[in-house]
């Protein structure tokens, strides 16, 4: 039985599922073209315990499936252990940025939470992120606001799954925005948090927490939308070790990184510590290497180490390129193990700060720091760090919906 490659006591990476790497891994669905080298749908299931590369959390957006009446089609979500996996659920609020027509109020919060109280654990609530402003019916910050406002009481009063815990989403562009925002929505009896927009921000999002922490409203779990920068992951990981002094929330953060990478013929190689960043490398996607005895240039995964470039590639697949929907999730798989590792190694460098060692780039062990001290002072708001004050990390898109097809 495959171990997580996170532990526990770490903030926890959940990689967003795409609709097809749901659906080929079932065994009811063989692919069209097989999996190489004798490999199952279950040896790549990384929901089952027991397969080689496990990861106990994942997200799915309901964006996927919001003209879909049936929500989520057979495979790995369906079939999942509850007892050993974890499924976030997110809105899909993203989804309106591009296509505005679909949110219809109240049809659509309802829609969504009854998708959510079936497939998932935790689910976020449906808000109407600041980047909509400018499409459709939102012209400003407070038509956002108070679109969500609407969403919440519906969310709150039609709630029937006691069991799912539902995330609050905090939205804004700046502070002011982020904190009015946190007022706003404050007193809606959910059980934790999710951060979009410029809420994500490091300062914003500790100066956050903090207020949490004080006015005795921080819940049980904390989720960062569209994040998996290694220096981001160690920066979640000390705040979960700084609030364990406030209680025992858990920490989580997404990104579908591993299937757009893998859709655009790009994975990841390693991790480069003089920067603190995953390395990345593109594939010769040439049709031509299909059936070629050419081994996979990257050997640190399960499928990396296993497979050739001519068992990835196709002449007949879906794609000029000749990556099909089997190509696609084999590099998905590759991609996603090789970004939990990743991060896992980055936690592993951040531990040896506490022991006198030191980081690349410079200023992350101060910031490292500064975090867990902060956030677990008793008072934290009134001891805000200098060595935070005006530090912008980069942020990944919160958009999810990509699905290789």
Known sequence: MAQPIIPHWRAQYAPALQRSFITIMDPARPPRRPFPAGLTGEDLNILDPAAHVFAPWTLLSWGQFINSPAGVPPGIVGSRDRKATKLIADSGGFQFIGAPHLFTAHSTVFAYLGWAETHADVAMTMDIPTRA????????F?????????????????????????LNVLQGRDWQECLAWYDAVKHYPFDGWAFGGGSRDLLTMTRLIAR?????????????????????AVELSAIKMGLGQHGDAEVTFDTATPSMMAANGLIFTGAKWTSFTSEQARLPLDPQLSG???????????????????E?????????????STGHALLTHHNTEQLL??????????????GGGQLNPPGLAQR????FAYLGAYAPEKTISGHLKGFQDALDDEWQETSWT
Request: hydrophobic letters at 35%; glycine letters at 8%.
């Open 133 to 140: 402003i400018g499409k459709g019916r939102w012209n400003s």
């Open 142 to 166: 407070q038509d956002c606001l108070d679109d969500t406002l609407v969403n919440l009481k519906d969310f709150s009063n039609a709630r029937t799954n006691d069991d799912l815990i539902v």
């Open 212 to 232: 949490m922490v004080e006015e005795n409203r921080l819940g049980r779990h904390l989720h960062v939308l569209g994040t998996s920068s290694l220096q981001r």
């Open 292 to 310: 070629s005895p050419f081994l996979f240039p990257a050997t640190d995964t399960y499928l990396g180490s296993r497979l050739t470039m001519g």
């Open 312 to 324: 990835i590639l196709t002449r007949g697949g879906l794609s000029q390129s000749g990556l099909d």
């Open 341 to 354: 590792r990743n991060i896992e190694e980055a936690n592993r460098w951040a531990d040896l700060v506490s």
């Open 368 to 371: 490292l720091h500064d975090v």
